[in-house]
């Protein structure tokens, strides 16, 4: 699992090697441009042979050192290459500085303008190197002209240049993914076909627009302090309050054995047992004509390991019920007295929202869940998975619903939900604030798990700890927009968290939101929410390698 760090985590991270004395700015930026140029070369091997043109713009700061190295290392293999700087070097930062005047050298450096960029041979490589980690504001008008990959139809086959961004497109915040403009103007098309980054992955590589512009993402490894062994005890363990996480079996440097994340996430996977050393989970359901979504919920708990499953629904929907669930088992619960009565010491999850219906039966049923506690038979209390309409019940008064959440229980938001309880976090009042951020203070305020749902999908719980899972580029599933997918997850939850072995909460649900989209990659385009659940099995037998 690879940490995601902020801009001002690596600045801190480079900051305090260079200061430890072990290596020195100019060291890492040498190492930087080597890799951007190492990991385009092995990217595009015709690139690698032969003689080609280059053409780099390069910012006032430090990434632009990179691309003043880039343009170095590039010219030593014989290509052509034209250097643009925005901003005066005289007022370059000292490594930066140091690699304009090595290159000044070999070559010519022109301020960058939109007309003699236009004027220039056409490149084979154009190297974005404006701005990286530093980005403070909007692009000016200028930089957005000539960083515009429209601006490349001057030349011909434009659509073979390949656009390498050093660090991220500029114009990009890797705290974010959002690219920040001035309100005016809406902020144009930067975009490139790989990102070389260094020492780990950021934020905003992964988060809103972040994966969509930056292309194919690669982190070169410039010496500082290893990330790896903080990456391997991320797994399966609660998470560093302060940095966040990606819900993948991935390193930096390797990829992690599947048996290990999210194989060791899953409890029937490794013990041994009779079901209810598996839990029972219970899902409540709506009433007639509305059971689909809780069936589908339970079908899913029941698939992802739960030994038992009950579905709860009002009498008046037994029959439909009935018809439809056989190795699910069922029973008749209209109202939190006759909760009381059936959920017992063994029900170790449970899972509500999904076709309940929005008002006041289903807040009277939440709050009935949210208190239920195990006696002696559970070592700790049950898992309450709250989605949809028990979300929405709650809409004119979130405080009520976080008088009841307890460390135990997860909300499962998509974004309108989100800003029905969360109002001035919704995605219109973020501001500066990235989406980890806002569902950081989120799972703050509810005192429990926030998993907020999206091809960026972020879970957070009290304290800070936070995880992002992406469903883009290779693992991009837009079949998975489909409806009843979001109660088919809440299902999935409550069926890893109902063992009594299955680990914490918040591990549990980094584990089902890999599961999910890996389902819907098993299946692949035409999927429905029922086919879900029955990917499972082909997902586990994965697991074992
Ligand atoms: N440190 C290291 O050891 C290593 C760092 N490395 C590299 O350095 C990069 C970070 O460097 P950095 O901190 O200098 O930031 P960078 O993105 O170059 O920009 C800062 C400048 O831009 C300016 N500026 C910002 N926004 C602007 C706007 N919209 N319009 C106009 N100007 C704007 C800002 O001005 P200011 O806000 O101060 O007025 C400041 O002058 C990092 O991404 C990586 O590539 C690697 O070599 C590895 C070793
Ligand atoms: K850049």
Redesign the pocket.
């Known amino acids: 699992m690879t940490e995601l760090l902020t801009s001002a985590q690596m600045?801190a991270i480079?900051l305090a090697e260079?200061e430890s004395g072990a290596v020195t700015?100019l060291q890492?930026?040498e190492?930087?441009?080597r890799g951007a140029v190492e990991t385009a070369l092995a990217k595009w091997p015709e690139l690698a042979k032969g003689r080609h043109r280059a053409l780099i713009l390069c910012?006032?700061?430090?990434?632009?050192?990179?691309g003043f190295v880039i343009a170095r290392r590039l010219a030593d293999r014989g290509w052509s290459v034209d250097v643009f700087l925005?901003?005066d070097g005289s007022g370059l930062?000292p490594?930066?500085k140091t690699n304009h005047d090595l290159w000044l050298e070999m070559g010519r450096v022109s301020p960058c303008a939109p007309e003699t960029i236009r004027a220039c041979e056409r490149p084979d490589l154009f190297v974005d190197?404006v701005?990286?980690?530093?980005?403070?504001?909007?692009?000016?008008d200028m930089?957005n002209e000539v960083l515009d990959v429209r601006l490349m139809n001057v030349w011909s086959e434009a659509q073979s240049i390949r656009r390498l961004a050093?660090?991220?497109p500029s114009?990009l915040n890797l705290d974010t993914g959002m690219v920040p403009s001035d309100g005016e103007t809406a902020p144009r098309v930067n975009s490139a076909d790989l990102t070389v980054s260094?020492h780990s992955v950021k934020a905003g590589h992964k988060l809103a627009l972040g994966p969509v512009l930056c292309g194919d993402v690669r982190t070169v490894d410039?010496g500082l302090t290893g990330p790896d062994a903080a990456e391997r005890a991320m797994v399966g363990t609660a998470p560093d309050p302060d940095r966040a996480r990606l819900a993948a079996p991935e390193f930096l440097h390797s990829d992690l054995p599947l048996r290990l994340w999210p194989g060791s996430m899953i409890a029937k996977l490794r013990g041994q047992g009779h079901k209810y050393d598996y839990g029972h989970a219970m899902v409540l359901a709506g009433g007639p004509g509305r059971g689909g979504a809780a069936r589908m919920a339970a079908r899913s708990a029941l698939r992802s390991g739960a030994g038992l499953v009950t579905v709860l629904c009002p009498p008046d929907a037994l029959t439909e019920n009935a018809c439809h669930l056989d190795a699910i088992m069922l029973r008749a619960c209209g109202d939190p007295d006759a909760f009381r009565q059936i959920v017992d010491d063994r029900v170790s999850s449970l899972c509500l929202g999904p076709g309940m219906g929005v008002g006041e039966e289903t807040r009277a049923l939440v709050a009935a869940a949210l208190a239920h506690r195990r006696g002696d038979r559970g070592w700790r209390d049950p898992a309450v998975v709250l989605d949809a309409d028990a979300l929405t019940s709650f809409a004119d008064a979130p405080d009520a619903l976080f008088a009841l959440t307890h460390a135990r229980t997860v909300l499962t938001p998509h974004e309108g939900e989100f800003a029905r309880l969360f109002p001035d976090l919704a995605q219109s009042s973020r501001g500066q604030r990235s989406k980890i951020d806002v569902v950081r203070i989120a799972a703050d305020r509810a005192g429990c798990v926030v998993l907020l749902k999206g091809e960026d999908t972020v879970i957070a719980q009290p304290g800070g700890g936070a995880s992002v899972h992406s469903a883009t580029g290779a693992r991009a599933v837009p079949w998975l927009a489909t409806a009843g997918a979001g109660d088919v997850l809440a299902g999935l939850i409550a069926g890893l968290a109902a063992p009594e072995t299955a680990p914490d909460l918040f591990c549990v649900t980094e584990a089902a939101v890999w599961l999910h989209c890996e389902a819907a990659r098993c299946f692949g385009p035409g999927l429905i929410a029922e086919d879900l659940p029955e990917m499972l099995p082909k997902v586990f037998s994965t697991l074992a390698r």
């Open positions: 600045r480079e260079i700015g890492l930026m190492r930087a441009g910012g006032p700061g430090n990434n632009g050192g990179d925005y901003g930062p490594d930066a190197a701005f990286g980690t530093g980005l403070t504001r909007p692009l000016p930089l050093v660090d991220c114009g260094f410039i």
